[in-house]
């Protein structure tokens, strides 16, 4: 049978039988443990692993775009955050011009990942 990909972290997993014959699959890095006990689910195990045989070019680039996407939400939300704090540093009565500028330079980071994210989705939505 051919592998599946760890639903938590993405790696190859190879599906091993045990001593009854029942399917199952442990994945080291994130100490998943996956265990098919039933006919319908092992007929759609052996489904699942000749779809990733079958379509894995297509899949690996999907899931390189779904990381860069991930990637790119992350840096935002941290973004966001030190705005946030650059906002609460700067003061409100005595404006703190130093803390003003730097949180204008994170926004412009931010406007710049966001346009960046539209792009990875207008990409993805040409190849399909």
């Not at 609460?88 to 926004?107: H, N, P, T, W, Y």
């Amino acid at each position: 049978m051919d592998k599946i990909p760890c639903f938590l972290c993405g790696k190859k997993l190879s599906v091993r039988t045990d001593k009854n014959g029942k399917h199952y699959l442990i994945c080291d890095p994130c100490g998943s443990q996956h265990f098919i006990r039933r006919k319908q689910g092992m007929e759609r195990l052996a489904e699942l692993g000749h779809y990733f045989h079958q379509e894995r070019t297509g899949l690996a680039e999907r899931m390189e775009a779904l990381l860069r996407v991930r990637a790119l939400l992350h840096e935002i939300d941290k973004l966001k955050k030190e705005i946030e704090r650059l906002e609460f540093e700067a003061g409100i009565i005595f404006r703190d011009e130093e803390k003003l500028r730097a949180r204008d330079a994170v926004q412009k980071r931010v406007d710049f990942l966001l346009a960046e994210l539209e792009r990875t989705a207008e990409d993805s939505d040409e190849e399909q």
